[in-house]
């Protein structure tokens, strides 16, 4: 009961953070910085963050994040994910922005 009231209920409450979530999955491996054992896949880890820009509605955000993010999984990550499922993500997030824009 312990460890449940020390680290878990803890882990839960930062990660229920939307902004949080985003910063973490911002990181990837370059720079000297290397990613959170929460999301160590790099696909994973990228989509999740372009998702959470884009429900934080944080357009300038979400802009940097998947041209970081396309940089990294095509070049530097030693998992090589499928770019394509990352591409269609994008594509579908931006179509909502418009979508959203339009019936504004």
């Known amino acids: 009961m312990g460890a449940v009231s020390e680290l878990a209920i803890p882990y839960f409450e930062r990660f229920t953070s939307l902004e949080e979530v985003l910063l973490v999955c911002s990181v990837d491996v370059h720079g000297g910085l290397s990613p959170s054992i929460n999301n160590p896949m790099d696909l994973p880890r990228a989509k999740t963050a372009i998702a959470a820009a884009f ?11 998947v041209e970081e993010k396309t940089e990294f999984l095509k070049h530097k990550s030693k998992q090589r994910p499928d770019f394509a499922e990352f591409a269609a993500l994008v594509e579908l997030l931006r179509q909502k922005w418009e979508d959203c824009q339009e019936n504004a």
């Open 55 to 65: 429900l934080l509605g944080r357009r300038e955000k979400f802009d940097r994040l």
